[in-house]
């Protein structure tokens, strides 16, 4: 087996966002650069590049992976906790600089510093989830607001033309054919059945 070694992985959700606070924070450990991982991408799930890369390219048994907080790894409950215990079966001890109790070595103690961090990961990986959990629905109630205001957020809803009452009741009592409301109306064909069906629905034909 080769000498172990120390990785680092950085991560921010879009590519706005700057990576060099989490950076800076390696480097005062004394991270070496060219150990450094870094994705520009969402974590609400683990399909990143470059982190793929390192967990399963590189990463080798006895070595460590540092993250500046457990919400870098995820933002998903279900996966941090997947990923910490895939690290932990395979031998790759994961230290997290905003849990100091992660960071400590205590040779013969190592089943204390377990027990603390196994209490906090449950505690920072629930909270991390909750925090995306409510970003989901602060956006959904954004929408909701804005549909309630009028704005229109998707597809334009087809109008009725003016003409639309006279037209339609030509075509209803068949002295016109389909193609010829159509032209008269000024509508594609999917548009003019589509305000068929909603007129017809809002019972508003005579």
Known sequence: MGMSRTYYYARVSTGEQNLNRQIEA???IGADEKYIFTDKMSGKNLDRPNYQILKNSILRPGDTLV????????RNKFDIKTELEFYKKIGVRVKIID?????????GQEWI????????????SSIAEQERTAIKKH????IAA????????GRPTAEFPVNWDEVYTRWKRKEISGNLAM????LKRTTFYKLV???EQDSKWI
């Open 26 to 28: 390696f480097r005062k």
């Open 67 to 74: 993250i500046k907080s457990l919400d870098r790894l995820s």
């Open 99 to 107: 849990l100091p109790t992660t960071m400590v070595d205590l040779d």
């Open 113 to 124: 510093i377990d027990m603390v961090n196994n209490i906090i990961i449950e505690v920072l």
């Open 139 to 142: 956006q959904a109630e954004g």
């Open 146 to 153: 804005a549909k309630a205001a009028g704005k229109s957020l």
């Open 183 to 186: 032209k008269l109306s000024g």
């Open 197 to 199: 069906k909603k007129y």
